[in-house]
Every structure is written in C-alpha cells, then in structure tokens.
C-alpha cells in the first residue's frame, strides 16, 4: 500500500490461462478453454468489469481468445503470448462419484519460463486476487500493485509441501487467503475448519476462506466466523465440477470490488454470490454456463439459494 | 391416521436409552446417561413438553433417571422397567479427529428382548419420532399411535442390510425419515445428498432430512429443497460429538410440535433449531451441556446460527 491511490472498483485476477481435457463417467471434452484466471474471470465479469493477467503461447486456440473477448467486462490487456510457447495444459479424470479427480497430465509451458507482468495500466487495482502459483512468483505480482485496497491469494498441497516459508511470507503480506478444507488441514495439522482457519490468521492475513466443495464454506476472519452451504445441485445437475473453486472466488471478489467494501458484513454476501457462480460453472464443461449466465439468471439463483439456505 | 383426534403439539419419542461409555482423545466417561430416546428428549424439552417411551432393566442408575426427571417437560410415563432385565450399553470411541467413531461393545439387553409399549395415555399424539431400531419394531409403534398428525423415523445401516423389506414398508407408512448421508447413500446407490433423498421419496415419505454430521443437513421434501451447515465450532468446543444427531432430531420435532405446522417452511425453521440443538450437545458428554441450555441460552444461539448462517 503506497501513496499512490488506488481505482476505485477495480478488480485484477493473476493466473492460469489453461487447455483443459476433462473426463467424467457420462462425457468428456477435449482443449477446451479452462485455468484459474479464465474461470475468475468469466465469473467476475458477471458481476462487473475484471482485468485479466496471464501467459499463453501461440498455440493458444482463437476460439478460446474468442470466448473471453466476448464475455463482457474482461480486460484482456495483461494476457501476453509468447511466441514458440506452448499455453499451459491440464487433463483430468473425475471419478463416479464426481469429487474426488485424478490429474493425468499437466504441461506448464509458458507458465514455467517466467511469470506474466502486471501491465503500468493495471498497477492502480484496487482489489487483487493472486490466483495458485509458486508463492514467490504471488509476491513479485503483489507488489506490482501498490495501491490495492485488498489482496487475496489462493494455494495448493504443492507449496505448502515445497515453499512452506515463502508461502508463510505470502501469508504476512496478503489480506486474505482462500483455500480447500484438505489444505488448511495440511498446513496447520488441524482438521477442524474453524480451528485451522485461527491458526492461518496468526501468519498475518485478516481472513481466511476454507472451502469445503460439495458441503460450502467457512469465513474465518478477525472480526468473527461466517458459514455457508454449497447449493444443494441434483446429481443430473452436475456435468463437471472443474473451474468451481475458481469461480466461487471470482464471484466472491468481484463481489467485494464492486460494492467497494471489504467488512465482515459484505464478505459474507460475497460467499453467496461465489456460491451462485459455482453453481453455474458445474452445470456444464469449461466456462459454458457461467459465460451464459446473465443478469436475471444470476438474480434468480441467488434468490433460489436465499431461499433454499435461510436460517 | 383414523378418526380418533391428537391432542394438539403433544410429541413422542420411541427409541433406547442406554448407558454409554465414551472415550475421546482427551478424555473418557463411564456409565453415562445416553441412548436416541434420552437426547432426543432432552433437546426436545428445551422447545416443549415430549413424551418418551422406552425400556429399560433394574440395573439403570437412580441418577439417569433423576436427570430426566428434572428434565422439566419429559413425560416418563411410558418408560418401563424391565425386573431381572439389563439396560442397553454401548461403548464406543472417537477417533483424533472426532468424527470417526469405533464401536467398543453394544448391549442390547432389554431392548433385544420385546419393543416397548406405546401406554395408553400417549396414543392421542400428533407428532411421533420412531428412534432407530428394527423397521418392523418401528411399524409396530406407529400402529400405536393412530391419531398421530406427522411420524418421522430415523434408521441405520444395518436395517438396510438385513431388513431391507421392512424398511421399504416403513418408507411407504411416515411421513418422513432422517438418515446419515452415508445411509442414503448406502440405501439408494447415489452418493449426492439431493438425487438420493429423491430416490427414497419414491418409497412414500413426503420428506427426507439426509444428516451430514458437521456439514450440516438438506432437506429433500415433495415441495422443495432446503440446506443447513452445521453450527461452526470450534476445536475446543467439541467435547464429545455423541448424541448430535438424536438433539438433532428432537429440536427439529419439537419446532414442528409446538408450532404445530408440518409444511416446508415451518421445516426450514425446524433444522436450524435441531443444529442449534446439536451444537450444545457435542460441548459436553452425555446429556449435561443440552440440559442445562435455557430459553436464553437457545435463543442467543439461535441467533448467532442466523447471523452466522445468513446468506
């Protein structure tokens, strides 16, 4: 934070930018337009204007330019190509169940040459969301913007396994931190969501979002705990719950940017609106449904889901 | 349901009560007062009056009963006690994450011998909760209580498996059934809460409460669906998780009792005061945290759930 003022509303996500070939027990799809910031970004845009900041390489396909160019409210300017590189690419296998996934392939590509930079025209976001990478790699594009009013990093197993002291510098400098039940076990030795979100706020950040997939997920924040379900999908409703996390987060923070609020009250509207985007995002393969959900559809699903988890 | 008229809010509870030897990773109870019937009871006499019928031998501790007897509102009238007969004991132990639980021994005692018998002052009641035992032990007290307005059973897997048939009658004669997700699951072949709670209202019942311990519970109902997260506690609240399902029940049976409503609404309401219910209840051993919770108590956790919960 410096003395240089941030855009109001304004919204950044960092991350992948991915080929994704996924297999479900009823269907599968082959390099369709997936990675953590597409999805971020295709739910953000939902709800207001979200700048986009990643890597491909040339053989990134057109249609997937295409689908985020058409999803209005996606600033593309931060997406550098890079020429003679290869986009980064994911295969995964979800199991009959539909939870539980194993990963057959990932291919870095331009991920691994070097980190994407945060174009001078993005440098005054105000909110900034640090999509899963290397934690050093989150700490260099941290401080490519100076003026953010919030930042929120998400992690994975892989950094807290093999960067555990740069991830907790991560911690010490980041607002919020959101990551799976299965992590915030792993990093703190504590089971219980609510305990092991404690213990993450003593590395320094306000808050902490555990999600639980299926079941929801928990606000840990220093001015008190917030818990919401999942929305209760039918099985025939969930074709591929690929990007969900990814979405929840991008509703959530938009949500945040655009009411310019980061209170305890506003985090936890912002759960519903992350919960309705993920909603979405598994009724279909890569960013088809949310990219097609619209005003209304957003509002009726959210009223839906008001109704369906009142108290 | 026959022409004869319930006497109106009256509630009943069948099922066991037991004495239950507990151990945890921090600590371990003897011989304590437990069983369905017991908690269920307790939690219900929070809301209002409920009878209970069981059994059990003359070797039940004078101080089991006199904790239910100052159990303001439990009517003991239909509990016997069975001379030269042992009551029912279980033993069991939690695990390091106190959700897992092995069973150490299970006695059945007087309750293997003949179900208990619905007295004759109690037939008159509009609301009826079968705890879990042999379907056909459950059909036989539901015929009991003909004037009954709602009858709700909870079940296990063991029915499932050995008494699949009988289940499959119960199913078509209460109006509702609670179950573990892992039941449901195990009872229709779906693991999604939804699609399985869809799967058993074919069997008959208007609803399905599918439990999902501390993920909360859904509600599968003939007019809608409806969601609860588990009360958010933390580490060091959970005593003993023992009994959560059981006040769980009975605060949502008594809700629906003293409102004297049986539609979704009124059913909404109903789960969160069984989650109020159960959140007292893991925060101690056997029945004393859920005893001693009074009008102030529920109602200040009543509405830290709502604010916590409030989507």
């Known amino acids: ?6 855009t109001p509303n304004s919204l950044l996500v960092t991350g992948t930018i991915g080929i994704d070939t996924v297999e479900t027990p009823n269907a599968c799809v082959n390099r369709v337009l997936g990675g953590s910031a597409a999805y971020f970004a295709a739910a953000a845009s939902r709800l207001g204007p ?56 990932t291919e870095l590509g331009v991920v691994a040459d070097r980190p994407p930079i945060v174009p001078a025209a993005f440098a005054d976001s105000a909110f900034l969301f640090l999509g899963n990478t290397h ?14 009013t919030l930042a929120v990093a998400d992690t994975m197993d892989l950094w807290i396994n093999i960067a555990r002291d740069s991830l907790v510098r991560l911690l010490g400098r980041v607002d919020g931190i959101m990551l799976n039940d299965s992590e915030a076990t792993h990093l703190t030795g504590v089971r219980n969501a609510v305990t092991a979100g404690r213990r993450i706020l003593e590395y320094g950040p306000k808050f902490v979002v555990v999600k639980k997939g299926e079941h929801g997920a928990v606000l840990v924040h220093r001015d008190g705990v917030a818990v919401v379900p999942a929305f ?11 990007g969900a996390g990814d979405t929840f987060a991008g509703g959530f923070m938009a949500h945040l940017a655009r009411s310019g609020n980061t209170d305890l009250d506003t985090m936890q509207t912002a759960l519903s609106w992350g919960t309705v985007m993920a909603s979405f995002t598994i009724s279909s393969f890569s960013l088809e449904a949310i990219a097609k959900a619209n005003a209304a559809d957003l509002a009726a699903r959210y009223q839906r889901f008001a109704q369906l988890a009142r108290v």
């Open 1 to 6: 934070m410096t003395s240089a003022s941030a």
């Open 50 to 105: 979200v700048r986009l900041v990643g890597v491909v390489g040339d053989d990134w396909p057109a249609d997937h330019r295409h689908m985020l160019e058409t999803l209005q409210g996606v600033d593309l300017r931060g997406l550098e190509t890079r020429e003679g590189g290869k986009t980064f690419a994911w295969g995964g296998k979800y199991l009959a169940n539909m939870n539980d996934r194993e990963t057959l392939f």
């Open 135 to 148: 934690p050093d790699v989150q700490l260099g594009l941290l401080d490519q913007v100076p003026a953010r």
């Open 232 to 242: 209760p999908a039918e099985e025939a409703m969930v074709v591929d719950p690929t």
